[in-house]
């Protein structure tokens, strides 16, 4: 059995195990996490930054076939089914992030992070930077051909994107994540053509707080403030979003 | 070989001006130097990429205290594109500290109405000493350009009325 194949077997029975027991995992990490622990361990230091950087591609791609991620998050890293994210052309450094903060019991709250957390357990720091790489190295999402979105609070939305709401002490979405939605450093994420079931729920579990993974709060207290219609209508705004 | 005439006036002033600024030199010179004094007032050094992992600027830590000597502190963070806690509260006319530190790049922060205004540099952690005089909410405004959200960077002080 050469090295493929070990980690074949590995990725199979690690994915059946987590969505066998992933309640479990949640269980346990609710009690570690509870009270004075830093929302996540990853801080940005030039270290960590380089780290993430020399991730492999390559060595990515393998990992993504024997860890089975194509199977939610598609085999160029966008989506088959609108409920899952897409990845490709995401930010290495938010990847990387996210994998931490799951592997770390950091990013929870739903059914899909217990699966990512007990994937993360099978994973190093390595591997993540290395799957971090490969996802970068796709283009971003386009609008598939003959998908439209409702736009109905079109220039609302467009305004809110642009110049934010000073009376909610709303900063403008552009000024994070860049005018044409590619995310910015170290790890604001990309947004264009991202699927609009993930965004509305990303928003929300921000909103309520069952996802808690941002310093500081910033995500948690923008997504406060927001109405639904225009979480909505911002998961349009993205969704539609041809990143240049 | 021929001279530029100067007035004898203008002369003297040259001298002032020459003799003004070798004080002013030699103040600033002997001040730094024997003194050890320098700007910022409050030189304390912090990992500005580590702050939220633990320590003063961790995310449970941030907010006002109230001293034992009837004093506030208040510790906060600068990132783009706001001030954490977004909304604080202290009393009008008693002594506040403001502890403020950089998570990111170089920021200001500014209290309209007050004397609070100072760098957030990285990197340093920034001490402000002050009382507001006004009862009132305030915006905390960021006067140094931090990035394309900058002018939208601030959050807000809320001042109530006498000691608490």
């Known amino acids: ?244 | 070989m021929s001279t530029i005439h100067i007035d004898p006036l203008e002369k003297r002033w040259l001298w002032a001006i020459g003799g003004m600024l070798a004080i002013f030199w030699g103040v600033q010179i002997y001040f730094a130097a024997a003194e050890n004094m320098h700007p910022p007032s409050n030189v304390e050094t912090i990992d500005s990429a580590k702050l939220h992992l633990s320590g003063e600027f961790a995310e449970e830590n941030l907010g006002v205290k109230k001293e034992a000597d009837g004093s506030y502190t208040v510790t906060m963070v600068a990132a783009r594109y706001g001030f954490y806690p977004q909304e604080i509260e202290v009393p009008a006319n008693t002594p506040v500290k403001l502890r403020i530190a950089s998570f990111d790049v170089l920021h200001g922060v500014h209290v309209p109405f007050s004397n609070m205004n100072t760098m957030v540099v990285p990197g340093y952690v920034s001490e402000v000493h002050t009382q507001f005089q006004t009862p009132g909410s305030f915006p905390m405004i960021c006067n140094e350009y931090c990035g394309l959200g900058h002018d939208y960077m601030y959050s807000k002080l809320h001042v109530t009325a006498g000691k608490s």
């Not at chain 1, 903060?101 to 930077?129: C, F, N, P, W």
């Not at chain 1, 439209?148 to 609070?153: H, L």
Request: charged share 20%.
């Open chain 1, 1 to 244: 059995m050469n090295n493929k194949h070990i980690k074949t077997v590995v990725g199979v029975a690690g994915l059946a195990a987590a969505m066998m027991i992933s309640p479990l995992f949640a269980a346990g990490h609710e009690a570690a996490v509870a009270g004075k622990a830093p929302s996540t361990n990853v801080a940005w230091t030039a270290e960590q930054v380089r780290f993430v950087a020399q991730g492999d591609k390559t060595r990515g791609a393998q990992l993504s076939e024997s860890l089975f991620c194509a199977s939610c998050h598609g085999n160029a890293g966008v989506a088959p089914s609108s409920n899952w994210p897409s990845l490709a052309g995401q930010r290495a450094e938010y990847v990387f992030k996210m994998l931490k903060d799951y592997k770390d019991g950091k990013r929870k709250g739903s059914h899909a992070a217990e699966i990512m957390t007990a994937e993360g357990q099978l994973v190093t720091d390595q591997d993540m930077a290395d799957l971090a790489q490969f996802y970068a190295s796709f283009p971003l999402p386009s609008l598939p051909e003959g998908v439209t979105f409702d736009t109905a609070m079109g220039e609302q939305i467009t305004y809110l994107v642009r110049r934010g709401d000073g009376k909610r002490l709303l900063a403008p979405c552009q000024s994070c994540h860049v005018s044409n939605g590619e995310g910015q450093a170290t790890d604001t994420p990309a947004l264009a053509g991202q699927t609009p079931e993930y965004f509305i729920k990303t928003m929300q579990d921000y909103k309520t707080g069952a996802r808690s993974n941002d310093v500081y709060s910033r995500m948690r207290l923008i997504a406060k403030v927001l109405t639904d219609e225009e979480i909505v209508q911002l998961a349009h705004y993205y969704a539609g979003m041809t990143a240049k």
